[in-house]
């Protein structure tokens, strides 16, 4: 009889990453379970911090931990980013720049800049908002990988401080 080894971490992670990014852009499921997938997908406490932040600034500014509701409402609404009181908006965007700083390993930068542009633009939305939601997730993609390649190794320390601010953000708002 042969062994079985299991998946290694590194397959581990990266289906943690790829089933957050799935919760993010269907817009299905609970924000609970995205951070506990963001942060095993990461691997590293300072990466999982901040996706622990930035999930909870996302439910914090929305009133609630379902991304059925939470797409809804970006449905109705238009963007987290661009809609509702600024102290709110601004929460957004410090936790989409935090989970694109943070500077995840590997591919899993793809996925933290995929859920970014969704955080920003939305994930679900009417079909006219389908396009700029496609685009957002795509320059959250590229953002990461470039970060991840040129900023500096003080980015982490900005990403831990943005994601703060945009649990401070989302409370005051």
Same mark, same amino acid.
């Given at each position: 009889m042969?062994?079985?080894?299991?998946?290694?971490?590194?397959?581990?992670?990266? @289906?943690?990453?790829? #089933?957050?990014?799935l919760?993010?852009l269907?817009?299905?499921? /609970?924000?609970?379970?995205?951070?506990?997938?963001? @942060?095993?997908?990461?691997? /590293?406490?300072?990466?999982?911090?901040?996706?622990?932040?930035?999930?909870a600034?996302?439910?914090?500014?929305?009133?609630?931990?379902?991304?059925?509701?939470i797409g809804?409402?970006?449905?109705?609404?238009?963007?987290?980013?661009?809609v509702?009181?600024?102290?709110?908006?601004?929460?957004?965007?410090?936790?989409?720049?935090?989970?694109?700083?943070?500077?995840?390993?590997?591919?899993?930068?793809?996925?933290?800049? &995929?859920?970014?542009? &969704? +955080?920003?633009?939305?994930?679900?939305?009417?079909?006219?908002?389908?396009?700029l939601r496609?685009? $957002?997730?795509?320059?959250?993609?590229?953002l990461?990988?470039?970060?991840?390649?040129?900023?500096?190794?003080?980015?982490?320390?900005?990403?831990?401080?943005?994601?703060? @601010?945009?649990? #401070?953000l $989302?409370l +005051?708002?």
């Amino acid at each position: 009889m042969v062994p079985w080894s299991g998946p290694s971490s590194d397959e581990l992670r990266t @289906g943690a990453g790829v #089933g957050a990014a799935l919760l993010a852009l269907s817009s299905t499921g /609970e924000v609970v379970l995205l951070i506990v997938l963001l @942060g095993a997908a990461a691997g /590293e406490l300072v990466v999982g911090a901040v996706a622990l932040m930035a999930t909870a600034a996302v439910a914090l500014r929305w009133g609630t931990t379902s991304l059925d509701a939470i797409g809804g409402a970006q449905t109705v609404l238009g963007p987290a980013a661009a809609v509702g009181p600024p102290l709110a908006a601004a929460s957004m965007w410090c936790a989409a720049a935090a989970l694109i700083l943070v500077k995840p390993r590997g591919l899993t930068a793809l996925l933290f800049g &995929v859920t970014a542009g &969704v +955080i920003v633009a939305g994930p679900a939305g009417a079909l006219g908002q389908v396009v700029l939601r496609g685009a $957002a997730a795509v320059l959250g993609a590229g953002l990461a990988l470039g970060a991840q390649r040129f900023a500096p190794p003080a980015a982490r320390s900005l990403a831990l401080v943005l994601a703060a @601010g945009a649990v #401070g953000l $989302a409370l +005051i708002a």
